[in-house]
């Protein structure tokens, strides 16, 4: 069974910074993707930063600039680096994994981790 343990979340001041880790267990498939989702109370669950098998990410417009989504793929861990933070970025932050047969075909697993809260203060 595939787990994911997720670290790093807490209170910090706007304008501070928190690097969120992502550690996976298990039998990891070679071809995978790594995602970082966030839900606020009352909001959609978003993503935020998502990291492809080539090493390719990509981000949501409000965190553009300011995060950053790497991976370890030794370790398979995902870790993401937000700077700058704002009160609007107060969310629970998910990782997600998701496992492909092969490089175009939709994802064939889907695991998530239990969540790191994200508070920051005005």
């Known amino acids: 069974q595939v787990q994911l343990v997720e670290s790093g979340g807490g209170l910090v001041q706007a304008g501070g910074s928190l690097r969120l880790s992502c550690v996976a267990s298990?039998?990891?498939?070679?071809?995978?993707?790594m995602h970082w989702y966030r839900q606020a109370p009352g909001k959609q669950r978003e993503v935020v930063a998502n990291?492809?098998?080539?090493?390719?990410?990509n981000y949501a417009d409000s965190v553009k600039g300011r995060f950053t989504i790497s991976k370890d793929n030794a370790r398979n861990a995902a870790y993401l680096q937000m700077n700058n933070l704002k009160p609007e970025d107060t969310a629970v932050y998910y990782c997600?994994?998701?496992?492909?047969?092969?490089?175009?075909?939709?994802?064939?697993?889907?695991?998530w981790g239990q969540g790191t809260q994200v508070t920051v203060s005005s």
């Open positions: 990291i492809y098998f080539n090493g390719n990410t």
């Open positions: 997600n994994l998701k496992t492909y047969r092969t490089v175009s075909a939709p994802p064939s697993s889907n695991y």
């Open positions: 298990g039998s990891i498939a070679s071809i995978n993707t």
